[in-house]
């Protein structure tokens, strides 16, 4: 039998935090772990937990960027975001993600939330 994801206060407030954030995506790490994202459906840096099945304290937190490019003369809602997360074989939590004019990835090591890699097709950045 799976246990259930523990209505954990850190998930609770991270929603309250962020009114607009309406989906929690999980992904199965190992047997006795696994990691929660934290999104609207929008574009917008979101939050990621690693936890413990049994507990409802993360083992770490790290923070997405996503992030989308506006488009000049483009009106009305976006298009949902899309994300799907997996563990790698190589000890990494891989997050894929898609926003109406980007796409991204990130890797994140297991054991401590460290970034391992990130990539997208638009970080909003300026450049002198």
Known sequence: MQPVLAVSSV???ALKANEAANVLD????SEAT???AVHDYYWGSYPIYHMKKESEDPT???IVLCEDIL???T????????????ADSKGRLLVFGAVP??????GFDLRDGTPAFRFSTSYLVEHP
């Open 75 to 86: 009106s009305g809602p976006g298009s949902p975001h899309s994300t799907e997360l997996k």
């Open 11 to 13: 998930l609770v407030d």
């Open 71 to 73: 488009v000049p003369g």
């Open 101 to 106: 004019f980007s796409m991204y990835i990130e």
């Open 60 to 62: 770490w937190k790290a």
């Open 34 to 36: 696994w990691a929660v």
């Open 26 to 29: 999980v992904c199965t790490t």
